[in-house]
Nanobody, 127 residues
Framework: QVQLVESGGGLVQPGDSLRLSCLASGFLLDQYAVGWVRQTPGKDREELSCITSRDGSAFSVDSVKDRFTISRDVAKNMIYLQMNDLKPEDTAVYYC????????????????????YGQGTRVTVSS
């Protein structure tokens, strides 16, 4: 049974950094695609950073690629999202996600829909 449990959210000030963590269970990290997405009320879910390739390469969408980085620790079955220079518009609920489909080596990107999601962790950026 796939389970994803996020942690690390909270209230931070603009310009701060924050690292979100996701403990994965029920599957091996190097055999699944994983990613981070976020959602704010009234908006569509937004993909952020993902590891979807068999070669384990990380990918971040253009809107956050200079500030957000995904990483994983296969031995610990942990997925992380490092967020730097946070802005008020980053306020959202952040979800860890996983999918059984892996892209071929050399390909990467984020999926618009993953098979599995965690319960989310809220990040509020405010002064």
């Amino acid at each position: 049974q796939v389970q994803l449990v996020e942690s690390g959210g909270g209230l931070v000030q603009p310009g701060d950094s924050l690292r979100l963590s996701c403990l994965a269970s029920g599957f091996l990290l190097d055999q699944y695609a994983v990613g981070w997405v976020r959602q704010t009320p009234g908006k569509d879910r937004e993909e952020l950073s993902c590891i979807t390739s068999r070669d384990g390469s990380a990918f971040s969408v253009d809107s956050v690629k200079d500030r957000f980085t995904i990483s994983r620790d296969v031995a610990k079955n942990m997925i992380y999202l490092q967020m730097n220079d946070l802005k008020p518009e980053d306020t959202a609920v952040y979800y860890c996600a996983a999918d059984t489909m892996l892209l071929p080596q050399g390909k990467n990107g984020c999926y618009t829909k993953f098979e599995y999601y965690g319960q989310g962790t809220r990040v509020t950026v405010s002064s």
